[in-house]
């Protein structure tokens, strides 16, 4: 985990090089009265398409939908899909319920791409174009880089469908993720003040929603810690009631319209239930620093590699290998 996770800079400088291709091919694929866009994914890449849900939407102004695989592959209930564009994730490019999925889309009117890191995978095969992202073999269980390689492709993307204004910034990547790399004693600190912790719950809004989500999942996968992802409106909807004092929260927040909303919330877990709330922003006095000239829309991208550093070294701290999870397998085979 810790190697793939130092492969990222060279693997976003490699995917943001071949920008003008990706949009190329997305333009190329999409159809020209754009309905909206679906996407389709499981675990990680699924949290992956929930910023990809933002980014896509945000900048194309068309609905954007994550598929749930079961309505068709279990209960046979096709969906008309004409001028619609099918995104399908998947790392491995094997998972059986995205590749049917994927086809039952194309045959349900939709254009199809694929975001896979094994283009020659059976989703590669069905789909009408494919983003490699050639991020290199990874043997680790949790997916590193290539979650923070889906995230920029989602980015380049949403640059092919929208007015492309942060096309210039996306080369940016690979520096942030350095950046966040080359400090990693903030997250050891962290991991140090979770190392007795039963329960933990992630948040973020907006852009940073799959951020949060993500980070619970690696911390559960790597240290079998109760960890939760919410947005934080979802938060204030119920689940906030477990918080009590002391409480870990792990909050990713950057500067934008989802901020003031972040800051109220962060104000009243400290003010109220006392919660242990630990920020990853830009700001001064953060736990998990974030690269200042970030802008919002790609923020997701070295947060979440700041959640891999803490989920990583709380392992370690805990005599786990994070490598290989118990019971756990690199392509799980839903259907």
């Not at 880089?145 to 910034?169: M, N, W, Y």
């Not at 972040?262 to 006095?285: C, F, N, T, Y």
Request: with cysteine; hydrophobic share 45%.
């Amino acid at each position: 985990m810790a190697a793939e996770m130092a492969e990222q800079p060279d693997v976003l400088a490699r995917l943001a090089g071949r920008a003008g291709e990706i949009e190329a091919a997305v333009r190329g694929v999409t159809p020209g009265a754009l309905a909206g866009i679906i996407l389709v994914a499981r675990g990680s890449s699924d949290y992956a398409a929930i910023y990809g849900r933002y980014a896509i939407e945000i900048a194309s102004r068309r609905p954007v939908a994550l598929a749930a695989p079961s309505i068709q592959t279990l209960y046979q209930s096709p969906t008309d899909l004409t001028d619609w564009l099918a995104i399908a994730v998947s790392q491995s490019g094997r998972t059986p319920e995205i590749v049917t999925m994927t086809e039952k889309m194309r045959a349900a009117g939709a254009r199809s791409i694929a975001v896979t890191n094994t283009p020659e995978s059976p989703l590669a095969a069905v789909a009408d174009v494919t983003i490699d992202l050639a991020a290199g073999e990874e043997k680790a269980v949790p997916a590193t880089k290539t979650f923070s390689a889906s995230l920029l492709a989602f980015a380049l993307i949403a640059q092919a469908l929208g007015p492309g204004e942060l096309r210039d910034r996306m080369g940016g990547a690979s520096g942030w993720v350095q950046w966040v790399l080359d400090d990693p004693g903030s997250a050891e600190r962290v991991a140090t003040e979770l190392h007795y912790a039963e329960g933990l719950i992630a948040v973020g809004r907006g852009y940073m929603f799959s951020v949060a989500l993500e980070a619970a999942l690696k911390l559960k996968e790597t240290t079998s810690i109760l960890a939760e992802g919410y947005s934080a409106a979802d938060l204030r909807h119920g689940p906030i009631a477990v918080v009590e004092r002391d409480f870990p929260v792990l909050t990713f927040n950057v500067p934008g319209p989802a901020a003031p909303d972040m800051d109220e919330l962060i104000a009243w877990l400290r003010s109220e239930p006392k919660a242990h709330v630990m920020q990853a922003h830009a700001g001064d006095g953060a736990d998990l620093p974030l690269p200042p000239d970030c802008p919002e829309a790609l923020a997701p991208i070295p947060a979440a590699v700041r959640a891999q550093q803490v989920a990583l070294q709380l392992a370690l701290r805990k005599g786990l290998d994070p490598d290989k999870p118990e019971g756990l397998s690199k392509v799980t085979a839903t259907t």
